[in-house]
């Protein structure tokens, strides 16, 4: 009997659609290894059941539980998309249900963003024993070493059932900055499932690859730190680090970020490459930061010989142009960009920050002229937005012509102030975890103040067919990334998504 199971639940087919089939990312379980690496440095063993990856359905994925026969499920509810853990929900919780409905001996216990965000509303399912309410490092070991029916007091960060009651311990600490490379000390790459070799059932974004399927696979997503300084509404990133049990708080109470030292991070890279990967995702929620950290990162990519295509996050405000060939030099070739909308009023109001539209225009070409592709991340529906603001932003995102855009529609995600305000005002929110993801028949955006959000929802897919049909861009394609390519990008602009709401 193995000590614990990490169990990704396969969401994919409700939260993409037929994207799912092809042109979605198929994302490594980056926490499920972090996890994963901690625990067995502690001498527990581990195993890893992506059943995303494995494409298993939930007949198969209780079968492969049954044959392992866990002390421990654990189900790693996280994700590199801000919705991630909620969407991540879909598969989970029915899964769960099914593996006590098999009289499986395995305790189960859930850990993630949308368990930080309510954990009392997890915990409260039937078949869920425990809930982590952090990152789950400390608890996570803390719970391992009990034989998970008794001393469950001692276990930071745990809630657990007693007598019909919910019973939730002191968090206790996250991993602190001068433990991070000990007590989270890299990733179990070789728990992952594969074909012929580790990472092979994992993809890229299509666009990452430059609309092409080469080096879409094998694919690696890593962090060089933890958490954000920033305390956008409508993110619910930092609710990883809560440190409290109290209920109605949420993702900006928590800000604040943790970094490997550059040296581990980079021997981390070196063990990517020995085994292949080329395509790079740092999912640092602000990598273009704290030059203290980034630069000998950087630096070192090119000094070790590293031969990535990688793909890292700014704010607009932080992007330094003395730093922007040696992020090219070390093989950053997409910088991703929070440009979220084109009004000023509508950005303002959304507590991202003060920088005006000219230096969004400006930052975005400073980039570009380093051969650096730009990744612009647009939101629509904000509560502000009506439909000129939403125009705003189209039109933005037209004119600044980055080589690939995300469009999404606002959601109260779980965890975000956004969430708390709907709450405070009464609101109407999703009331089932597919109406959280972003591509889903389901989809069910916030209305604004002036638009439901079935009408945010229609506007933000015609906006998409809009922008990537555009002669401009498939032009822009072509020129950069070549005919066939664009080609690619044409087919994918042919897909419809159905939605319910509009």
Same mark, same amino acid.
């Given at each position: ?265 980079? &021997? $981390? @890279? ?5 085994? =292949? !990967?080329?395509? /790079?995702? +740092?999912?640092? %929620?602000?990598?273009?930061? #704290? ?30 142009? &003395? $730093? @922007? ?5 070390? =093989? !950053?070739?997409? /910088?991703? +960009?929070?440009? %979220?909308?084109?009004?000023? #009023? ?43 603001? /939403? ?112």
């Amino acid at each position: 009997m193995i000590d614990v199971l990490f169990v990704i639940p396969n969401s994919s087919k409700k939260a993409y659609q037929g994207l799912a089939n092809h042109y979605s990312t198929i994302e490594p379980p980056t926490w499920a290894l972090l996890l994963a690496s901690s625990v067995r440095k502690k001498g527990f063993e581990a195993q890893i059941l992506d059943c995303g990856a494995l494409r298993l359905d939930e007949n198969d994925a209780v079968k492969e539980i049954e044959a392992l026969k866990p002390r421990l499920c654990c189900f790693v509810l996280y994700g590199q998309n801000p919705n991630s853990g909620t969407t991540s929900m879909i598969g989970a919780e029915s899964l769960s249900d099914a593996i006590k409905d098999s009289n499986s001996d395995s305790k189960i216990v859930f850990v993630g963003s949308h368990v930080s965000s309510l954990p009392r509303e997890v915990l409260s399912k039937k078949s869920i024993d425990f809930v982590l309410v952090n990152e789950g490092v400390y608890g996570l070991i803390d719970l391992l070493k009990t034989d998970l029916n008794s001393n469950l007091h001692n276990c930071q960060a745990l809630g657990f059932k007693k007598d019909n009651e919910m019973i939730f311990n002191k968090v206790g600490s996250l991993v602190p900055l001068d433990k991070m490379d000990e007590d989270l000390p890299g990733y179990a790459w070789d728990l992952l499932p594969k074909k012929n070799k580790t990472l092979d059932l994992y993809r890229a974004s299509y666009w990452h690859t430059y609309f092409s399927d080469e080096d879409r696979t094998p694919f690696a997503a890593v962090y060089s730190s933890l958490g954000c300084m920033f305390a956008c509404n409508f993110c619910m990133i930092n609710i990883l680090n809560r440190t409290s049990n109290e209920d109605n708080t949420d993702a900006s109470s928590f800000k604040g970020m943790r970094f490997w030292t550059p040296d581990f991070f980079l &021997d $981390q @890279l070196g063990i990517l490459q020995e085994l =292949g !990967v080329k395509t /790079l995702r +740092l999912s640092d %929620e602000m990598f273009f930061l #704290n030059k203290k950290f980034y630069v000998p990162i950087l630096e070192g990519i090119i000094k070790r010989g590293y031969d990535f295509n990688i793909w890292a996050y700014a704010r607009v405000d932080t992007v330094r142009e &003395d $730093q @922007l060939e040696l992020f090219k030099k070390a =093989g !950053v070739n997409w /910088l991703a +960009l929070g440009i %979220e909308s084109g009004n000023q #009023n509508v950005r303002l109001s959304i507590e991202k920050g003060k920088f005006r539209d000219i230096n969004i225009r400006d930052i975005v070409n400073l980039i570009k002229k380093y051969d650096i592709n730009v990744l612009g991340n647009y939101i629509f529906g904000f509560p502000e937005d009506d439909y000129k603001s /939403l125009k705003d932003t189209l039109d933005l995102a037209i004119e600044l012509n980055c080589e690939h855009s995300n469009f999404y529609a606002c959601q109260a995600l779980p965890g975000s102030p956004l969430y708390t305000y709907s709450k405070n005002n009464n609101l109407e929110l999703p009331s089932k975890y597919e109406e959280y993801a972003f591509l889903s028949y389901d989809c069910k955006p916030m209305d604004t103040k002036h638009l439901t959000g079935g009408e945010v929802l229609k506007f933000r897919d015609e906006a998409w067919h809009k922008y990537f049909s555009n002669k401009d861009y498939l032009n822009l394609v072509e020129k950069k990334f070549g005919k066939e390519n664009k080609k690619n990008v044409e087919e994918l602009s042919k897909i419809k998504l159905d939605r319910k709401y509009y």
